[in-house]
């Protein structure tokens, strides 16, 4: 499965970004799908996840700050972030995996990742 992102870049604090992930050639509708990010010298953080039918969950540092969707007929999943904080500084990064159906605990279950990743998309805030 690849997974393309874009959208990334610098902006002050406040500000906006809308970051994009192209599925193409995939079973698109089938994918749990996912946002997670990795600012220097620290972990990679689960951001936001959605599952198949559209279930959505937000990690308590940016909920209430950003939106995740997806498009099915252009196979792309979206990440709206606002109030941009420096502390959103990282490298986001697009992740997959097929859907089991469950969208219990989703936030639980996907911390440690998905099982297909694009390469990363930067955020740079600036205070």
């Known amino acids: 499965v690849q997974l393309v992102e874009s959208g990334g870049g610098s902006v002050q604090a406040g500000g906006t970004l809308r970051l994009s992930c192209a599925a193409p050639g995939s079973r698109f509708n089938i994918f749990d799908m996912g946002w997670y990010r990795q600012a220097p010298g620290k972990e990679r953080e689960l951001v936001a996840v959605i599952s198949s039918g559209g279930t959505t969950y937000y990690a308590a540092p940016v909920r209430g700050r950003i939106t995740i969707s997806r498009d099915s007929a252009k196979k792309t999943l979206y990440l709206q972030l606002n109030s941009l904080r420096p502390e959103d500084t990282a490298k986001y990064y697009c992740?997959?995996?097929?859907?089991?159906?469950?969208?219990?605990?989703?936030?639980?279950?996907?911390?440690?990742?998905?099982?297909?990743w694009g390469n990363g998309t930067l955020v740079t805030v600036s205070a």
């Open positions: 992740a997959a995996s097929p859907s089991d159906d469950n969208t219990s605990r989703m936030g639980h279950r996907y911390s440690s990742g998905l099982d297909y």
